[in-house]
């Protein structure tokens, strides 16, 4: 009988034990998640006083060059690890796949996809000069969060206007669909997803790869994109040094960080070695060229007064203060409209030695016309006569379940 109750009690006290080590587990994970969370820098997550002071704040921690990039590599480090790309993965085959090539008046387009990842499908379109050309410039172009049927990602008229009028200057221009947008949507991937942000920032980094494979010149390699585009610009120019010329539209913002999953949905701006906003990051690309396109109708408004001169002390401390610009247009909206298609043009013409003459009228304006704006069904690059391979990964969870 005695030993009976001595073998109960330790039961008794092994299943104590072990509930407790359930329950420590459970509060650790938890306290794990609730820090990460707190780390978290989203939407307007500051006032625009607040946004000064602290921008007057981070220049007191770099007066001269050395200091500088000191905290320039504390903030790269940051955006990897907060994205769960340090290190960064394993660069697998790209396995291109390019469709049939449509020729228009100067430029001609193509529908392509590559992995990322085996069996993750990037999608967009391929935008080149008409004719044989070699060792060219190469344009990124990651598109916004517009997503109306009709008014929809990589499909938009103003980003078929922008890609085929840089390809008519000589520029090879890759478009391309962020995670959940496009063909792939239709598979099962959504964007609102809480790792979106790391994908989305890896997919970018293969899209240089891709292009660059496909002889473009590396010396040459320019990204722009506007809004959620704009915040792609940025951390993509921040974390790769191939980027040559960044240019970022209505998204360069003291107090706003990007409201949506793949800007601001992992700890990128905080930790517990690191504290930065999107104008530092932004600033990561000196001493490359930088062009800030702003309006007054956004989060950019203030770019003149407080985000452009900011990111200009930072080039002055390389000497380089000519090679950061600020295109202001106080009267618009967040877009990537004619006039800030223009100040793009001109700059990326001026830093990647494109043909600018190509696209002017008589009188000096910026010639668009002849473009022809494509249907959605004809820029996909999979159909029921081209399927996706069987071995596509076909949403975010199967992707991260590998």
């Not at 994970?29 to 989203?42: R, T, V």
């Not at 228009?104 to 990037?122: I, K, Q």
């Not at 002055?316 to 006039?339: A, C």
Request: proline share 5%; glycine share 8%; with cysteine.
């Amino acid at each position: 009988m005695q030993s009976t109750n001595v073998v109960n009690g330790c039961n008794f006290l092994f299943l104590f034990f072990f509930i407790q080590l359930i329950v420590v587990q459970n509060i650790s994970g938890q306290d794990k998640k609730n820090s990460e969370d707190s780390m978290l820098c989203q939407g307007h997550y500051q006032s625009e006083d607040e946004a000064k002071s602290q921008l007057n704040r981070f220049r007191g921690q770099y007066r001269t060059l050395a200091e500088w990039q000191s905290k320039a590599a504390l903030i790269r480090d940051g955006i990897l690890k907060g994205a769960e790309l340090f290190p960064l993965l394993d660069k697998h085959p790209l396995n291109p796949i390019i469709r049939e090539k449509r020729h228009y008046d100067g430029y001609t387009v193509e529908n392509v996809a590559f992995e990322s990842l085996p069996g993750v499908f990037v999608t967009g379109s391929l935008y080149r000069p008409a004719g044989k050309v070699e060792n060219f410039p190469a344009i990124l172009s990651p598109h916004g969060h517009w997503g109306k049927p009709e008014d929809y990602g990589r499909y938009r008229p103003d980003m078929q206007n922008r890609c085929a009028t840089l390809a008519r200057m000589g520029a090879v221009v890759f478009s391309y669909d962020m995670v959940g947008y496009g063909e792939l949507a239709n598979y099962g991937w959504k964007h609102k997803h809480g790792k979106t942000l790391k994908l989305q920032l890896w997919n970018s980094i293969r899209a240089v790869d891709f292009l660059l494979s496909l002889g473009a010149d590396p010396e040459r390699v320019a990204v722009t994109g506007a809004s959620g585009g704009g915040t792609q610009t940025f951390l993509l120019t921040a974390v790769d040094p191939r980027i040559a010329v960044s240019v970022p539209v209505v998204m360069v913002s003291a107090h706003f960080f990007g409201g949506c999953d793949c800007e601001s949905g992992m700890p990128i701006h905080k930790s517990e070695s690191h504290e930065t906003n999107n104008v530092e990051i932004a600033a990561l690309a000196a001493p490359r060229p930088l062009l800030l396109i702003s309006d007054g109708g956004d989060w950019t408004k203030n770019n003149p007064e407080v985000e452009y001169p900011h990111i200009k002390y930072i080039y002055s401390l390389f000497g380089r203060e000519k090679n950061v610009e600020n295109v202001h247009l106080p009267n618009e909206k967040h877009d990537y409209g004619i006039n800030k298609r223009i100040g793009a043009y001109f700059f990326l013409a001026k830093h990647l030695d494109l043909k600018i003459e190509n696209v002017l009228k008589d009188d000096g304006t910026i010639n668009e016309n002849g473009i022809i704006i494509e249907p959605k069904e004809e820029l996909t690059v999979f159909s029921p006569a081209q399927p996706l391979p069987g071995h596509a990964v076909k949403s975010n969870d199967s992707w991260l379940s590998r």
